[in-house]
Each structure stands twice: as structure tokens, then as C-alpha cells.
């Protein structure tokens, strides 16, 4: 199993970036998949998730209504769509395959996302 994510960056408030996270050595669409996320100094927190099929995401709070969680399964790839990034966005993006049981059991390495002026 490998999950390797990427499409951070240096972004301004306001701004837009695209990550992506691609998958393989396992059956991709069987698998919920969520992003996580963790800045310097604080716990972990989950940022969004997508079940099997792509319908009913969930999404943090403070994310909600900027960032969108999507996969293409025919791809093996999962996708955050992150607009109108704050400073408080700033972090390390990971992505992680879920279990039938609703943990997780694989990580990528991260992609940093740095919002800042």
C-alpha cells in the first residue's frame, strides 16, 4: 500500500491550491479515504472525508464551505480542493485510507500547505 500525496505549497490568504493523493498497491475504491492534517504544536484533526462512492462527505467545521473532498476511482486518486485559505489553514496535508471499521491504517507522507502574506 502506498498513498503519496502532493500539491502544497505557498499560497497567499485568499488564495487556492489543489491537493492530490495517489494511491496504489491496494483495491482503491473499496476504501473510504480521508485528509488529515496537523500544524506545528497541535494534534492531528480530520479534515475531510469520502466514503466508497464519494457521496456523503464530511468536512471540519472551519473547512466547510471552502474545501471539497473528491475521488476518481477509475484513477486511484483522492483530491482536496482547498479556496480561501486562512493562515490557520497552514499545515501538514496528509492522506490516509480508512477501514471498514472507521480507522485508519495508512498514511502518505504529507504535503505542506503554507497560507501566508
Known amino acids: 500500500v502506498q498513498l503519496v500525496e502532493s500539491g502544497g505549497g505557498l499560497v497567499q490568504p485568499g488564495g487556492s491550491l489543489r491537493l492530490s493523493c495517489a494511491a496504489s498497491?491496494?483495491?482503491?475504491?473499496?476504501?473510504?479515504m480521508r485528509w488529515y492534517r496537523q500544524a506545528p504544536g497541535k494534534e492531528r484533526e480530520l479534515v475531510a472525508h469520502?466514503?466508497?462512492?464519494?457521496?456523503?462527505?464530511y468536512y471540519l467545521g472551519s473547512v466547510k464551505g471552502r474545501f471539497t473532498i473528491s475521488r476518481d476511482n477509475a484513477k486511484n486518486m483522492v483530491y482536496l480542493q482547498m479556496n480561501s485559505l486562512k493562515p490557520e489553514d497552514t499545515a501538514l496535508y496528509y492522506c490516509?485510507?480508512?477501514?471498514?471499521?472507521?480507522?485508519?491504517?495508512?498514511w502518505g507522507q504529507g504535503t505542506q500547505v503554507t497560507v501566508s502574506s
Open positions: 490516509a485510507r480508512i477501514t471498514s471499521l472507521g480507522t485508519h491504517d495508512y
Open positions: 498497491g491496494f483495491t482503491f475504491s473499496r476504501y473510504a
Open positions: 469520502i466514503p466508497t462512492g464519494g457521496g456523503g462527505t
